[in-house]
C-alpha cells in the first residue's frame, strides 16, 4: 500500500506541473494570457510567472475588493469558498505550488526551529489588511488610476510573485532590472526572509504569511475532509504531534486551522488511530 506521504508528493507535483505548465514562457520572458488566466489555482501560484497558466487567488480576490470594473467575478470567490468547505487545508498539502516549493525547502538538512503560535496569526491579520482592507477602501483615494486600486498584498508584499514573477521577468528584460528600485529592494528581502523561514521552520510562509492559508485554516473547522482519532486504539503516546510539520497536535485539536491534512500523522501511528477522509464531524 503506498503511504500518504508518497501519493501527496505524486498529487503536488502534478499539480505544480498543471499550474505551470507554459514553460516556454520563460525564455521569452512573456506572461501566458489564454483563456486558463480567467481561472484561479486554489494554492499560491503568481499570475505573473511567465510558466504560469492560471491566475492567482489572492490577486483575484483584491481585484474583485477593489474594483467593480474588474473582469474576474464574485464566483471566483465563491469557487475558492468551495474548495475550503470541501477540503480545508487539504488545497495547502497537496495542490498548493508554494507549498511543494516550502517542502523542498525544508528537506535542507540544517536544525529545524518551531515557530512562536503568535506568529501564526500574522496570516491572519495581513488577510484582513492587505487582502481585504485596503484593496476595498483604497479606490476611495485613488481617483487619479479611475477608481481602482492597486492588489496591496501582492504588490508590497507577496514572496511568491517576486520569485515566480519578479525574478524570471527581470532576468528576461533589462529594462525591468534597470526599472528595480525601494519596491523590489523590499519584496526581495520579504523573500529572501521567507526563503530562510523555510528552511529552518517547516512551511514557514504557510504558518505566518499566507492569507490564502488563513481562508482555508478558518474553513478547516467545517471542512468535508476531516482528520479522526480512534480513541479506542490511541495510547497518547505523541508521535503524532512530534512529527506534524504544522507544529499541530492532532490529539487535541484533530482540525486544527493549522493542519494540512499531509498525512504523516497517519503514517507514523504506530497504533494505526489516525484516519482522513470525508468523515461526519460529529465522530
Given at each position: 500500500m503506498i503511504r500518504k506521504s508518497?501519493?501527496?508528493?505524486?498529487i503536488q507535483l502534478a499539480s505544480f506541473g498543471f499550474c505551470n505548465a507554459n514553460i516556454n514562457g520563460?525564455?521569452?520572458?512573456?506572461?501566458?494570457?489564454?483563456?486558463?488566466?480567467?481561472?484561479?489555482?486554489?494554492?499560491?501560484?503568481?499570475?505573473?510567472?511567465?510558466?504560469?497558466?492560471?491566475?492567482c487567488p489572492i490577486g483575484a480576490m483584491q481585484a474583485v475588493a477593489g474594483s467593480r470594473k474588474f473582469s474576474f467575478s464574485f464566483y471566483i470567490v465563491g469557487i475558492l469558498l468551495a474548495f475550503g468547505v470541501v477540503f480545508?487545508?487539504?488545497?495547502?498539502?497537496?495542490?498548493?505550488?508554494?507549498?511543494?516549493?516550502?517542502?523542498?525547502?525544508?528537506?535542507?538538512?540544517?536544525?529545524?526551529?518551531h515557530?512562536?503560535?503568535?506568529?501564526?496569526?500574522?496570516?491572519?491579520?495581513?488577510?484582513?489588511?492587505?487582502?481585504?482592507?485596503?484593496?476595498?477602501v483604497m479606490p476611495f483615494?485613488?481617483?487619479?488610476?479611475?477608481?481602482?486600486?492597486?492588489?496591496t498584498f501582492c504588490k508590497y508584499i507577496c514572496p511568491?510573485?517576486?520569485?515566480?514573477?519578479?525574478?524570471?521577468?527581470?532576468?528576461?528584460?533589462?529594462?525591468?532590472?534597470?526599472?528595480?528600485?525601494?519596491?523590489?529592494?523590499?519584496?526581495?528581502?520579504?523573500?529572501a526572509i521567507t526563503v530562510v523561514g523555510c528552511i529552518f521552520i517547516c512551511r514557514f510562509f504557510c504558518k505566518a504569511l499566507c492569507p490564502l492559508g488563513a481562508i482555508y485554516g478558518i474553513l478547516n473547522k467545517v471542512?468535508?475532509?476531516?482528520?479522526?482519532?480512534?480513541?479506542k486504539k490511541c495510547t497518547s503516546c505523541g508521535t503524532c504531534s512530534h512529527v506534524c510539520p504544522m507544529d499541530a497536535d492532532p490529539l487535541k485539536d484533530p482540525n486544527s486551522a493549522e493542519c494540512i491534512r499531509c498525512g504523516l500523522c497517519v503514517d507514523k501511528c504506530p497504533e494505526k488511530a489516525i484516519h482522513i477522509g470525508i468523515l461526519h464531524s460529529h465522530h
Amino acid at each position: 500500500m503506498i503511504r500518504k506521504s508518497i501519493k501527496r508528493k505524486l498529487i503536488q507535483l502534478a499539480s505544480f506541473g498543471f499550474c505551470n505548465a507554459n514553460i516556454n514562457g520563460f525564455p521569452s520572458g512573456k506572461i501566458y494570457t489564454g483563456k486558463s488566466k480567467k481561472l484561479c489555482c486554489p494554492g499560491m501560484n503568481c499570475y505573473s510567472c511567465p510558466a504560469a497558466t492560471l491566475s492567482c487567488p489572492i490577486g483575484a480576490m483584491q481585484a474583485v475588493a477593489g474594483s467593480r470594473k474588474f473582469s474576474f467575478s464574485f464566483y471566483i470567490v465563491g469557487i475558492l469558498l468551495a474548495f475550503g468547505v470541501v477540503f480545508g487545508r487539504a488545497i495547502c498539502g497537496y495542490v498548493c505550488p508554494f507549498g511543494l516549493i516550502q517542502d523542498l525547502l525544508a528537506k535542507i538538512p540544517v536544525r529545524k526551529f518551531h515557530l512562536p503560535r503568535w506568529l501564526t496569526y500574522l496570516k491572519y491579520v495581513l488577510l484582513a489588511v492587505f487582502v481585504v482592507l485596503l484593496p476595498a477602501v483604497m479606490p476611495f483615494f485613488a481617483a487619479s488610476a479611475g477608481g481602482v486600486s492597486d492588489p496591496t498584498f501582492c504588490k508590497y508584499i507577496c514572496p511568491v510573485g517576486t520569485l515566480e514573477g519578479s525574478l524570471p521577468l527581470m532576468l528576461a528584460h533589462d529594462d525591468l532590472r534597470n526599472a528595480a528600485g525601494t519596491l523590489f529592494i523590499l519584496k526581495a528581502s520579504i523573500l529572501a526572509i521567507t526563503v530562510v523561514g523555510c528552511i529552518f521552520i517547516c512551511r514557514f510562509f504557510c504558518k505566518a504569511l499566507c492569507p490564502l492559508g488563513a481562508i482555508y485554516g478558518i474553513l478547516n473547522k467545517v471542512s468535508f475532509l476531516r482528520l479522526k482519532i480512534d480513541t479506542k486504539k490511541c495510547t497518547s503516546c505523541g508521535t503524532c504531534s512530534h512529527v506534524c510539520p504544522m507544529d499541530a497536535d492532532p490529539l487535541k485539536d484533530p482540525n486544527s486551522a493549522e493542519c494540512i491534512r499531509c498525512g504523516l500523522c497517519v503514517d507514523k501511528c504506530p497504533e494505526k488511530a489516525i484516519h482522513i477522509g470525508i468523515l461526519h464531524s460529529h465522530h
